[in-house]
C-alpha cells in the first residue's frame, strides 16, 4: 500500500520561503516520476512541479523560476523548494505518485502578510 506523506507547509509572509517533503513507502520510489500539485479554494487543481526518475523536472508557468522540485531516492523522499512566495501561492499542497496513482493528504501553504 503506497503512502505519501508530506510536511512542511505553513504560514510564510510574502516574499519569504517555505521547503515542503513528501516521504514515500510501499513503492518503489527510484524508478518512478513524481509530482507536486495544489488547489485554491473554489479553484481546480493545479500542477505545479513534476520530476522524472532521473531527475528531469517541469514547472507551471505561475512557479517557474521560484519553485525547485527535487528527490532523495535513498531517503524515498521529494522536496519542493518554494522561494518568493506570493499570496497567490496560497493553496493546500499535494505530492502525487503517478504509478500508482497515490496522493499524500496535503499540506496548507498561506502567503500573508
Known amino acids: 500500500q503506497v503512502q505519501l506523506v508530506e510536511s512542511g507547509g505553513g504560514l510564510v509572509q510574502p516574499g519569504g520561503s517555505l521547503r515542503l517533503s513528501c516521504a514515500a513507502s510501499g513503492m518503489i520510489f527510484s524508478t518512478n516520476s513524481m509530482g507536486w500539485y495544489r488547489q485554491a479554494p473554489g479553484k481546480q487543481r493545479e500542477m505545479v512541479a513534476l520530476i522524472s526518475s532521473g531527475g528531469m523536472s517541469l514547472y507551471g508557468d505561475s512557479v517557474q523560476g521560484r519553485f525547485a522540485i527535487s528527490r532523495d531516492n535513498a531517503k524515498n523522499t521529494v522536496y519542493l523548494q518554494m522561494n518568493s512566495l506570493k499570496p497567490e501561492d496560497t493553496a493546500v499542497y499535494y505530492c502525487?505518485?503517478?504509478?500508482?496513482?497515490?496522493w499524500g493528504q496535503g499540506t496548507q501553504v498561506t502567503v500573508s502578510s
Open positions: 502525487h505518485a503517478p504509478v500508482p496513482g497515490s
